[in-house]
């Protein structure tokens, strides 16, 4: 018997950590093609943050409470859904809604949980993975045997990132502030780490690449990094920017996008369409999955917080210390 209210975290007004603020509402109702999902976690991930902020609306239709990732049990079946049954272990990118004890969303963007991984770590998985897979992969063209640099290697989708690309086989470079977070790029698969606080990456790309550049660079920094990584681009070289963290504005030369045949390109992952995020989901299900379930792709959990305490995790965040991800358990 599901009950009739449940507990979430809601966005009080736009400010600083402090206005998460627990509540209670009605339960969610799972529409046609979608399942309702008692939450065992949710993942914490910077868009939840500029959300927070006032300056990452939720798009039309989608729950106005932060929480993009989840994970839990299958608590009951909308009209039309036939992959899913009551009781099944799912993890599931959501449009919203994830901070809270029910959350329901499309079922065709949700993914079994792999026997031996535990709902917290699996709660980290997928607004990581549907953004790594469409960015590195559908979009930056990733290949085995290419040269891949990413930028925030310590962060959720760096440490994620790192591993699956390594897993594809690629050569892998990564960013990341001070030694011991590049330590922990590395451990996690990349060839060479890069600090970049003592260090140029520029220079450093030019020297272990003997001026060819990389293939594809994955970039959450902007501002000043988008002529440096342009510089760092090999012939025919992608660069893929999923945020702007030192703002979106830049001056370059463009001419080395046209002698060398680059491509800029980016996205963001949750106004695209439903249908857009069902087709990622299958590729993750086809290609990704497998190394989960086999262990070579698992998320780095670097602290969980109870639900209640979703005010502090963004405070975590926030501080930039953490390596990997943060996690909201309920």
């Known amino acids: 018997m599901l009950p009739a209210t449940m507990t979430c975290i809601e966005i009080s007004t736009p400010g600083d950590c402090d206005v998460l603020q627990p509540a209670t509402r009605p339960l ?3 529409g046609p093609g979608q399942v309702l999902i008692k939450v065992a976690a949710a993942g914490v991930n910077r868009p939840d943050v500029l959300q927070r902020q006032g300056a990452y609306p939720a ?6 409470l932060p929480g993009l990732e989840v994970s839990g049990t299958v608590a009951a079946l909308g009209d039309g859904v036939a992959q899913w049954q009551l009781g099944d272990s799912v993890c599931a990118l959501c449009a919203g809604g994830g901070y809270a004890e029910y959350v329901a969303v499309d079922a065709r963007h949700c993914l079994p949980i792999p026997d031996d991984l535990h709902f917290n770590e699996a709660a980290a998985l997928p607004e990581t993975l549907f953004t790594v897979w469409h960015n590195v992969f559908e979009r930056g063209q990733l290949k085995a045997g290419e040269t891949f640099l990413v930028h925030g290697g310590a962060s959720g989708i760096g440490t994620t990132v790192i591993q699956l690309a390594k897993a594809m086989g690629a050569t892998v470079f990564a960013t990341a502030g001070g030694a011991a977070k590049c330590a922990a790029c590395v451990k996690l698969g990349a060839d060479r780490a890069i600090d970049y606080q003592s260090e140029d990456f520029v220079e450093v790309i030019k020297a272990e690449r003997g001026g060819k550049g990389v293939d594809v660079i994955l970039d959450m920094v902007g501002g000043d990094y988008l002529p440096r990584n342009v510089k760092c681009l090999g012939f025919e070289g992608r660069l893929v920017n999923i945020a702007f963290m030192k703002g979106p504005v830049a001056e370059m030369n463009m001419m080395p996008v046209m002698l060398r045949r680059l491509t800029l390109t980016g996205s963001t992952l949750r106004p695209q369409s439903d249908e857009a995020k069902a087709r990622m989901a299958q590729g993750l299900l086809d290609h990704v999955w497998p190394l989960v379930a086999a262990g070579r792709v698992r998320p780095l959990i670097h602290a969980e917080f109870p639900l209640t305490q979703a005010a ?12 990997g991800k943060i996690v909201l358990t309920v």
Not at 59 to 64: E, F, K
Not at 312 to 323: G, I, P
């Open 28 to 30: 969610p109702v799972a």
């Open 59 to 64: 798009p039309p239709g989608a729950s106005d």
């Open 312 to 323: 502090d995790a963004h405070k975590l965040m926030e501080s930039n210390t953490h390596v």
